[in-house]
């Protein structure tokens, strides 16, 4: 057994402190083991109840926005529901880019977690960030940042791929009705063919030719059919995607929850109102059109299982995910909704139950509208451009992005 001498002690202190100021020798209560073992820990622990129970609620709330429509319907017509959808979208396009810049972003990078979960994992991420520097970090943020472009591009090829099938699948349709129509009426299929090229005409070729009231139901119930399909598809890959956002996000922690629920309420309110709108149009009755909301809504609960599941195996896992649903807020928000505010034309005509048009903006214009219609309709929406629209869209946007900046600033002190 050999003695320390003051020599080899006076050696050994620069060791010492070094050791003391990394808090390297620091142990927490129940931490026997090392930092390698603390997800698999984590993962056997699973994730506490009020995590489930908050993430669960939250996807409710946002589900019941696709009832919302029916409160909204009697004023669609009307001026008010203009400037609450041009506020509303103003307020997800905020919401959204806030919540990617100021909280997935600086979470994906790791910069938040020193002060996630009342300092406990920061300690032991001090120590495993230290040796990322070592290993290599630089490649980290590129990563990271790859991470959002793939986000950016996947929602890319899946809407390209939604409208694809979506036309497939609305020429299937019309040529089946197209061979029953000419067996039972011969050398009127050019009619039937000029009437199914698009599910939002079937309405006027129902007005149009009421001598084959039988025929034309039939288009009907096939233009409803292929907008339910395109609503359920489309409307449902978005929920499935904001889901798992949500469940990640509450995973690593109840204020990034909460943050990254308000974004995707503010999103999923004017989407919905559109959605419910267009199938309206497309001759759903109002409970039909509430069901085939809910059936895509209900697909979001499904994404947060998936998320939090995701959310409870690895913290550097989480940090990925929140990459990529930054890029998708960003591609929703910049691609999929600015376009509604620096365009307004568009948008505002879903309001107007005589317009083929809608806030999608992919079924077309001018369905069986003279030129005259849309010289008027295009200089009664001009009037009506100048100061109000911008202001309401102002207001939305410092709106949405003043929410995501207070959580941001505040999160680390909000106590739920």
């Avoid at 001759?283 to 939090?308: D, E, F, R």
């Avoid at 809608?358 to 295009?378: A, C, L, P, Q, R």
Wanted: aromatic share 6%; net charge negative.
């Amino acid at each position: 057994m050999s003695v320390m001498t003051m020599p080899d002690f006076v050696n050994i202190c620069p060791l010492l402190i070094t050791q003391i100021d990394e808090q390297a020798c620091i142990v927490h209560e129940g931490d026997v083991h090392d930092h390698g073992d603390h997800d698999e820990h984590k993962g056997k622990q699973g994730l506490p109840a009020a995590v489930w129970g908050y993430g669960i609620l939250a996807v409710t709330v946002i589900s019941i926005l696709a009832v919302l429509g029916i409160v909204l319907l009697p004023f669609m017509e009307q001026k008010v529901y203009q400037f609450l959808l041009c506020f509303l979208v103003a307020l997800a396009v905020g919401t959204l880019t806030g919540d990617a810049v100021l909280h997935l972003l600086p979470h994906s990078l790791g910069l938040h977690a020193h002060a996630e979960e009342d300092g406990h994992e920061g300690h032991e991420g001090h120590d495993d960030h230290g040796k990322g520097h070592d290993e290599g970090s630089h490649l980290d943020p590129v990563l990271k940042g790859l991470t959002v472009l793939f986000g950016i591009y996947f929602l890319f090829i899946m809407e390209k791929l939604m409208g694809v099938m979506t036309k497939r699948r609305a020429k299937r349709k019309a040529k089946k009705l197209r061979k029953q129509r000419e067996l039972a009426h011969p050398g009127e299929s050019y009619e039937l063919k000029a009437a199914t090229d698009s599910p939002t005409e079937d309405d006027h070729c129902h007005h149009h030719h009421h001598h084959h009231h039988h025929d034309n139901e039939k288009l009907k119930d096939a233009g409803i059919a292929t907008m339910a399909w395109m609503v359920i598809m489309g409307d449902g890959l978005h929920n499935f995607s904001d889901g798992m956002a949500i469940g990640a996000a509450f995973a690593s922690g109840i204020p990034g929850g909460v943050s990254t629920s308000i974004a995707v309420f503010c999103h999923e309110l004017p989407h919905e109102l559109g959605d419910f709108a267009l199938l309206i149009r497309a001759g759903m009755s109002v409970k039909q059109a509430i069901l085939y909301n809910l059936m895509s809504a209900c697909i979001c609960y499904i994404g947060l299982l998936i998320g939090l599941g995701i959310g409870n195996l690895s913290s550097n896992v989480i940090q990925y995910v929140f990459a990529v649903t930054a890029g998708m807020f960003l591609y929703v928000g910049l691609v999929d909704m600015l376009p509604d505010m620096v365009h307004p034309n568009q948008p505002q005509v879903i309001a107007e139950p005589d317009s083929a048009d809608h806030d999608h903006g992919e079924h077309g214009h001018g369905h069986g509208h003279s030129h005259d219609n849309n010289t008027k309709k295009k200089k009664k929406t001009e009037t009506h451009e100048p100061a109000s629209p911008v202001l309401v869209q102002s207001f939305g946007l410092l709106v949405g992005i003043g929410i995501m900046l207070l959580i941001a600033v505040f999160e680390d002190q909000i106590k739920i």
